[in-house]
């Protein structure tokens, strides 16, 4: 699974640029970013280099921070390839919550990020038809105290 960070943040002019600034500031790589708003406060989820040591940087900054465990599958960057995906998962009776995505630079395929109701259910769906799920690994530094 994939530690995705959570931040509440209330939405007011400069917040978001606070956040990524005390980010920057303490050295942390984000490496996909999404924000969803309603009209008092917004969520942004975050996957970054270093989560473990992002959660520490945030929290001293004042921020109010949660990690929830995500999946993160390599999707054909081609049309369909997000179809296929999902359908495999409806299959199984899998329902994503939400899910974000973002190109690998060199093009060949999509990394799609997905909450879904039962994770490591979903991580057996999508390897028994050969899809290949991302290992915190491949995203991040894994802190091995964490292991």
């Not at 989820?45 to 993160?72: M, Y």
């Not at 990020?113 to 690994?137: C, H, K, N, P």
Request: charged residues 25%; negative net charge; proline residues 3%.
């Amino acid at each position: 699974m994939i530690k995705q960070l959570s931040v509440f943040l209330e939405n007011n002019p400069g917040r978001l640029a606070e956040l990524t600034r005390a980010l920057g500031d303490g050295g942390i790589n984000m490496r996909a970013l999404m924000v969803a708003d309603t009209a008092e406060y917004g969520v942004v989820r975050i996957l970054c280099d270093t989560p473990d040591r992002a959660v520490k940087v945030l929290e001293k900054a004042g921020f109010g921070v949660s990690v929830t465990e995500v999946i993160a599958v390599e999707v054909p960057d081609r049309p369909g390839g997000l179809a296929g995906i999902l359908e495999a998962l409806d299959g199984d009776g899998i329902n994503v919550e939400y899910a974000y995505c973002f190109v690998e630079p060199s093009g060949g395929s999509a990394v799609d990020i997905f909450r879904v109701e039962d994770a490591l259910r979903a991580q057996t769906a999508l390897e028994s038809i050969g899809v290949r799920v991302a290992r915190a690994a491949d995203l991040y530094e894994v802190d091995a105290s964490t292991l």
